[in-house]
């Protein structure tokens, strides 16, 4: 990737994203201006954002119209219709605005593969660890899964989420009509891993990777499966990151 790239806000993902990209990084900054960051990253450079709720929509909104910056937002204020998912690498190609889900939505993203392709249309999505607060009904992560699915171009679906926060790594589980898992990854990219039969998703073993591990389990007779998948919510986001800024650069 030949821009040079400000890493603007604090955050682990920005951390570890720092480290992917080593010497790529031209600024790395709690707080600043557009056009500082315009300054050291140049008219071709690229801005990763990673703020709290209700800070970087104007910020990437000078960086891209007033300095034709590329801006990915990590945080939670661009993820909303007219913004490009920024996981999906193919989609991002040659963007100049982008967003990437949180960790959380990721993981139950990947978990509900092998259900929304088979156009389900109810999912209950339940979500353990990686931080955060408890929520019995977990409406943002329930929105941000359906501005997801709107960029694939689903049919609406009906979502509800909980969310248990604590420890280190994330698994996301999936309730819903029954699917084969072979019909979300049976090409599957090379981050992810498929479970072996008797071999359940485990984010103890994906500590400071890209990998996320995902596992149906099918009870056709019942008529629903449960999809699970694990991840590193840090690396597994900067990793993330990472590819959406080669595709947002061309």
């Known amino acids: 990737m030949a821009a040079a790239v ?28 557009a056009d500082h960051v315009e300054q050291a990253v140049g008219p071709r450079g690229m801005a990763v954002l990673d703020f709290p709720k209700g800070e970087s929509r104007e910020f990437a909104r000078a960086l891209v119209e007033e300095w034709s910056l590329c801006v990915l937002d990590l945080g939670p204020d661009l993820r909303a219709a007219g913004v490009t998912c920024a996981f999906d690498a193919p989609r991002a190609l040659g963007k100049r605005l ?33 931080g955060g607060s408890a ?15 709107d960029q694939d171009g689903l049919p609406p679906t009906q979502r509800v989420a909980l969310r248990i926060g604590g420890g280190e790594g994330l698994v996301a589980t999936v309730l819903g009509g029954t699917a084969p898992l072979s019909e979300a990854w049976g090409a599957a990219p ?31 007779a019942a008529g629903w499966s449960v999809c699970a998948c694990a991840i590193d919510p840090v690396w ?15």
């Not at 993902?13 to 790529?24: D, I, M, N, S």
């Not at 889900?101 to 209950?124: D, E, H, K, Q, T």
């Not at 986001?237 to 590819?243: E, G, I, Q, Y």
């Open 6 to 33: 400000a890493l603007v806000g604090t955050s682990p993902e920005l951390a570890a994203l720092r480290q992917l990209l080593g010497a790529e990084v031209a600024l790395e900054v709690r707080r600043t201006t």
């Open 190 to 220: 090379s981050w992810v891993r498929t479970c072996p039969p008797g071999m359940d998703p485990d984010a103890s073993r994906l500590k400071e990777t890209d990998i996320a591990e995902v596992a149906v389990v099918a009870e056709a």
């Open 135 to 149: 929520a019995l009904n977990d409406t943002a992560l329930a929105d941000e899964l359906g501005w997801i699915f």
């Open 236 to 250: 597994f986001r900067a990793h993330a990151a990472l590819r959406a800024l080669r595709a947002m650069a061309g």
């Open 98 to 130: 982008a967003a990437m889900p949180s960790a959380a939505a990721l993981a139950a993203y990947m978990a509900a593969a092998p259900l929304i392709r088979n156009r389900v249309s109810r999912l209950a999505v339940h979500v353990f660890g990686g």
